[in-house]
Nanobody
Framework: QLQLVESGGGLVQPGGSLRLSCTAS????????IGWFRQAPGKEREGVSW????????YHVDSVKGRFTISRDNAKNTVYLQMINLKPEDTAVYYC????????????????WGQGTQVTISS
C-alpha cells in the first residue's frame, strides 16, 4: 500500500523559509496528483497546494500565492513545498496526500495521508 511521509517542518522566524518534502514508499508517484494540506490548532484542515501527476499544472490557495511553490521530482518519488516569507498564520501541521484534482483539494478529499510535519512560525 502506498505510504506518504512528510518531512522538513520546524520552527522559523517570520520571514523565514522552509522546504517540505513528501516522499512516497512506492515508485508510482508519477501516477498521482499530490496535494498539501495544513491544519492549525482549532481550525479546519485547509487545502494549500496541488500538483498534477506530471507537474504540468499547479495550484495554490490565495493566502499562499507568491510565497509557496509546489514541485515534484518523480525520479526521487518526492513532492516538495517550498515556503518563503513565512508568517505566523502559516503555523500548522502540514500533510500531503494523493489528491485527484484542484476540486478534490478544495473539498478536502485525499487518500494515503501522511503523518504530518509541524511548521511553527514564531519570533
Amino acid at each position: 500500500q502506498l505510504q506518504l511521509v512528510e518531512s522538513g517542518g520546524g520552527l522559523v522566524q517570520p520571514g523565514g523559509s522552509l522546504r517540505l518534502s513528501c516522499t512516497a514508499s512506492e515508485l508510482i508517484l508519477d501516477n498521482f496528483g499530490i496535494g498539501w494540506f495544513r491544519q492549525a490548532p482549532g481550525k479546519e484542515r485547509e487545502g494549500v497546494s496541488w500538483i498534477s501527476n506530471n507537474g504540468a499544472f499547479t495550484y495554490h490557495v490565495d493566502s499562499v500565492k507568491g510565497r509557496f511553490t509546489i514541485s515534484r521530482d518523480n525520479a526521487k518519488n518526492t513532492v516538495y513545498l517550498q515556503m518563503i516569507n513565512l508568517k505566523p498564520e502559516d503555523t500548522a501541521v502540514y500533510y500531503c496526500a494523493k489528491v485527484a484534482s484542484v476540486m478534490a483539494l478544495r473539498a478536502g478529499r485525499g487518500d494515503y495521508w501522511g503523518q504530518g510535519t509541524q511548521v511553527t512560525i514564531s519570533s
